[in-house]
């Protein structure tokens, strides 16, 4: 390996280290209760976005159900080929979208709208035609991407766990989740054994 691509990973992750520490900066109080109560209120959760964004909504739809808050992550492909017929009223629909102008999410949000499902997103762009539509607007901001092209969802990827994370740290308290609530719906593989003992 070059001496200059192991520089590169060393940056990469000192860049990546600096976006989650700075989500601890930007990360507006008044906003994130809203979006907790807003999630520990729901009758259920949809997540929603494409590329990176959605394997990270993916992702964060299996903590909840993790957590006991019924969730599910809806391909946008899917969504607009019947899949939205799983979006209610008083359900809470997450969209990610770091310029906040996926297209792929229009007529999604348009029809959560219309079915009055609380909408939340992360985005960059605060004023965003994604934001607009939204209830519920938390920020995701980065410096840059981590790699040398500054093109790969890397930075921001990262950045977006957190956030997801914080709200699944923020819930597991707000509901009082136990760990034996974990371990009744996880009786798999080693933590199911050391939870079940």
Do not use: W
């Amino acid at each position: 390996m070059k001496q200059s691509s192991y520089d590169q990973a060393m940056r990469s992750i000192n860049i990546e280290a600096d976006a989650v520490k700075s989500v601890a900066e930007y990360l507006d109080r008044n906003t994130f209760t809203s979006a907790v109560d807003t999630l520990t209120k729901a009758s259920r959760i949809i997540t929603c976005a494409s590329g990176s964004s959605g394997i990270a909504a993916k992702k964060f739809a299996h903590s909840l159900c993790c957590i006991e808050r019924p969730a599910q992550f809806l391909l946008p492909s899917e969504a607009i080929h019947g899949g939205l017929g799983c979006v209610q009223e008083g359900d809470a629909v997450i969209f990610v979208s770091r310029g906040g102008a996926t297209s792929e999410l229009f007529p999604i949000i348009d029809v959560c709208v219309k079915k009055n499902a609380k909408i939340i997103c992360v985005t960059e762009k605060l004023d965003s035609p994604l934001a607009r539509k939204s209830d519920i607007v938390i920020k995701m901001k980065i410096d840059r991407e981590s790699d040398k092209l500054n093109i790969m969802a890397t930075s921001s990827f990262i950045a977006t766990i957190a956030i997801f994370d914080a709200l699944l740290a923020a819930l597991i308290e707000e509901t009082d989740y136990t760990l034996e609530q974990f371990g009744l719906i996880h009786p798999g593989g080693a933590v199911g054994q050391a939870l079940n003992k």
